[in-house]
């Protein structure tokens, strides 16, 4: 059976869907690294939130793992190319907590802007003072958006209405997108220089690690106040204390912090600092649609195989899913014949799709392709790493979609090309959803791929298939089909054979003397 463990905190609907689904959950909060290490190999699934690491020790004894599942938004938790290199699908949950996550960016400039939870404290201890807790009003005031993404761009909808000016550094945001947002699209260094609130909102990356810096701090405004309801390590948390002391920050508002639980930290203590259990997503709204999605998307993916918000392969929708299921066998099986005949480097790759595949989401086709291809070749290998393996090893790959007419209604071609030759093989669907291959290297035959198949390219000669056959029977060979080939009379040749066990080498040394043969080769699909 399908099992899933639910390692986070995550609402109860998770579990619930995924068991009316049919697939086992498991809810186990709170194991440490070295308990979930030792039993990840039990599950098919992993859903996480962000106080579970799914780091490369944990991801490498996951044996039978094919999902994880981040009920959330960063997926810096999950050591992606860790679980790209082991075939597994990681996807998470945009937008879910995008709007709980903005409020909450808001609910802390308030905080930071009128000293709410220094002053809750004063008058909850009886000292009514008035004066200590003179704030600023927001009206007016300049807002630095860094990162105006999902939730940054909710943000900038909401400090609008507070009558604020918005300004935003995202190297990736198009001026018409901040045109629709009314938001001013700066450098990082006028932002700094002109906000008089900084709040935080790109994901942790090697480009935003410590991007506010003593340097950064430097260039702010005196007396800028900074929210940071991202990542902790956005932040030089030294730094900060250092320009809270001096004054130069005013304010600081932190949900996350570089060491999480923060069960203490170095800026804490200060009354200048406003802190959070990182709670911008702990509304019970966002985590029952987190919670919903993820556990609908890991059951699509375990059940149908499709795929959504994955952040290391193509998506396949539910509606795609049944459709590409034919097409995926058909580039599987071309992928893998061309690999088992692929024995020098390979160098290039190249897959061609006419008719109605052209019209396909292709993506995926082609990462099953290549799997199908680098599976003969390598450990361990599927349609979600056979892309990376690809690229780490300069397999160069190209993906053509033509729209010229085809002689059949679909076509899948594969193009292999290795330090010695090139090699295509093409392959349609018959009646809609059975492969079959209907060229290798020019030559038109018409085959289905059987579990065991003899692969024999010959000089069509008279007599070759007669010697073949009496062999083949002679070795108690029994043969479930016979396909041929060939590119005109005594020319090139081939013949696929299908055969209810392999051959082994002893036979196929003795098929290679039959006189007129260039190789034979067992394969298996
Ligand atoms: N405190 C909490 O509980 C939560 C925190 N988060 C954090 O918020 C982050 C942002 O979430 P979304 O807005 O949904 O992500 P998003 O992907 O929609 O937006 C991130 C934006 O950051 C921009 N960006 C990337 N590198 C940048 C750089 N060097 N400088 C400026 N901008 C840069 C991107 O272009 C993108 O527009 C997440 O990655 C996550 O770490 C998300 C949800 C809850
Ligand atoms: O699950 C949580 O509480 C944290 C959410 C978060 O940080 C995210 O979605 O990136």
Redesign the pocket.
């Known amino acids: 059976m399908t099992r899933v463990l639910i390692a986070d905190d995550l609402s109860p609907r998770a579990a619930e869907i995924f068991r009316e689904r049919g697939i086992e959950a498991d809810v186990k909060v709170g194991l440490s690294p070295a308990e979930l290490e030792s039993i990840i190999a039990g599950y098919d699934g992993l859903a996480v939130r ?1 106080a579970t690491k799914a780091t490369a020790k944990i991801i490498a004894a996951a044996t039978r793992l094919k999902v994880i599942g981040r009920a ?3 997926v ?1 938790n999950v050591d992606i190319p860790a679980a790209t290199q082991r075939g597994i699908v990681v996807m998470n949950t ?2 879910g ?2 709007v ?2 903005a409020e ?1 960016a808001i609910a802390m400039m308030f905080a930071l802007a009128r000293q709410i939870p220094a002053a809750d404290l004063s008058t909850q201890a009886g000292k009514w003072e008035k004066s200590r807790f003179v704030g600023v009003e927001l009206m007016g005031k300049v807002l630095g958006i ?7 761009s909710i943000v900038a909808d909401r400090a609008q209405g507070l009558k604020m000016k918005v300004i935003a ?5 198009s001026d018409d997108r901040a045109k629709d947002l009314n938001v001013e699209k700066v450098s ?1 260094d006028q932002l700094f220089a002109r906000a008089d609130f900084i709040t935080l ?5 090697d ?2 690690r410590h ?1 506010i810096n003593a340097g950064a701090i430097a260039k702010m405004k005196p007396g800028v106040r900074i929210i940071n ?3 902790g390590e956005l932040v030089v948390e030294e730094d900060l204390k250092a320009a809270l002391a001096s004054g130069q920050v005013a304010g600081l508002a932190l ?2 912090f570089a060491v999480e639980p923060a069960k203490s930290n170095l800026l804490f203590g200060s009354d200048k600092l406003v802190a959070t259990p ?5 509304t019970a709204e966002a985590q029952e649609k987190v919670a919903l999605q993820v556990a609908e998307q890991m059951a699509d993916f375990l059940l149908t195989g499709a795929v959504t918000n994955a952040l290391n392969m193509p998506s396949v929708t539910a509606e795609e899913a049944p459709r590409l299921r034919p097409y995926m066998a058909l580039a599987q099986q071309l992928g893998s014949f061309a690999g088992q005949m692929t024995h020098s480097g390979l160098k290039a790759v190249k897959i061609e799709y006419e008719g109605h595949a052209a019209e396909l989401n292709t993506r995926p086709l082609t990462a099953v392709a290549l799997a199908g291809l680098l599976g003969p070749l390598l450990d361990s290998v599927n349609m979600v790493n056979a892309p990376v393996i690809a690229r780490e090893r300069n397999i160069e790959v190209s993906e053509i979609k033509h729209s010229r007419p085809s002689d059949y209604q679909t076509l899948i071609r594969l193009t292999v090309t290795t330090d010695r030759q090139s090699r295509d093989v093409a392959g349609t669907l018959f009646g809609g959803d059975k492969p079959r291959l209907v060229q290798i290297k020019g030559i038109a035959v018409e085959a289905e791929l059987g579990h065991h198949m003899l692969y024999v390219t010959n000089r069509d000669k008279p007599g070759f298939i007669g010697r073949l056959g009496t062999l083949l029977g002679a070795e108690g060979v029994n043969i479930a089909t016979f396909h041929l080939g060939r590119s005109g009379p005594g020319e090139d040749a081939i013949a696929l054979i299908e055969v209810d066990e392999r051959l082994d080498d002893a036979l196929l040394a003795r098929i290679r003397q039959i006189p007129d043969v260039v190789q034979a080769t067992a394969l298996s699909f």
């Not at 860094?146 to 940054?152: D, F």
Request: hydrophobic share 30%.
């Open positions: 962000s959330g938004i960063g810096d945009p937008h907590n995008s709980t996550t909450h860094v990162g105006c993404g999902n939730i940054g550094f995202d190297p990736y945001l990082l909102h790109t994901p942790l990356t480009g935003t991007m309801c991202a990542r949900d996350v990182h709670l911008g997503a702990s």
